[in-house]
T-cell receptor, first 112, second 110 residues
Framework: GGIITQTPKFLIGQEGQKLTLKCQQN?????MYWYRQDSGKGLRLIYY???????QKGDLSEGYDASREKKSSFSLTVTSAQKNEMAVFLC???????????FGSGTRLLVI | QQKVQQSPESLSVPEGGMASFNCTSS?????YFWWYRQHSGEGPKALM?????GDKKEGRFTAHLNKASLHVSLHIRDSQPSDSALYFC??????????FGTGTKLQVVP
């Protein structure tokens, strides 16, 4: 079986700081995703990528950058962290958009 | 605008009881639907997918899809305390990413 790993598990940043979250999968999945989970708002897509070096914007891409350096890894950058921001960032991968997504366990972000 | 709406927000059922979740989408292009479950501290895990009208049963879980009304439901019979989790509905149209609802929190009381 494969695994999808997110690092770090917890991230505390300061207002205005640039923060990078990383995700690795060994399923050999083509498509990878970054979702943000806020309490009461469900999961909202930030970016996704259908192959190496591809990037597609989701519903919540403003304030974020992403990079698909190779097929197995997908990183997300918060360009300027906002104070009092608290959310869980979930990485996922799948064969394609119409297949089950496999999620990592998340990176919990707190900005002080 | 939330394209996938779920109800109820939370649900409490006795152990051994039936838990039912509802999901309605506002986009008529949605053709593919999923149910995911998320336990505390973990990422969501896919429970079931349903792409055709009617029922789909997997063990204690039954999903029902009505594309004409853009409604999908999930029913869990013989609910167990380990079923206590957050349940998400997700929907997509061909070639697009899955859009998730806001979730229903299930508590199964022993």
């Amino acid at each position: 079986g494969g695994i999808i790993t997110q690092t770090p598990k917890f991230l505390i940043g300061q207002e205005g700081q640039k923060l990078t979250l990383k995700c690795q999968q060994n399923f050999n999945h083509d498509t990878m995703y970054w979702y943000r989970q806020d309490s009461g708002k469900g999961l909202r897509l930030i970016y996704y990528s259908i192959t190496e070096n591809d990037l597609q914007k989701g519903d919540l891409s403003e304030g974020y950058d992403a990079s698909r350096e190779k097929k197995s890894s997908f990183s997300l950058t918060v360009t300027s962290a906002q104070k009092n921001e608290m959310a869980v960032f979930l990485c996922a991968s799948s064969i394609d958009n119409n297949s089950d997504y496999t999620f990592g366990s998340g990176t919990r972000l707190l900005v002080i | 605008q939330q394209k996938v709406q779920q109800s109820p927000e939370s649900l409490s059922v006795p152990e051994g009881g039936m838990a039912s979740f509802n999901c309605t989408s506002s986009d008529r292009n949605f053709q593919y639907f999923w149910w995911y479950r998320q336990h505390s501290g973990e990422g969501p895990k896919a429970l079931m997918s349903i792409f055709s009208d009617g029922d789909k049963k997997e063990g204690r879980f039954t999903a029902h899809l009505n594309k004409a009304s853009l409604h999908v439901s999930l029913h869990i019979r013989d609910s167990q305390p380990s079923d206590s989790a957050l349940y998400f509905c997700a929907a997509s149209s061909s070639g697009t990413y899955q859009r998730f609802g806001t979730g229903t929190k299930l508590q199964v009381v022993p």
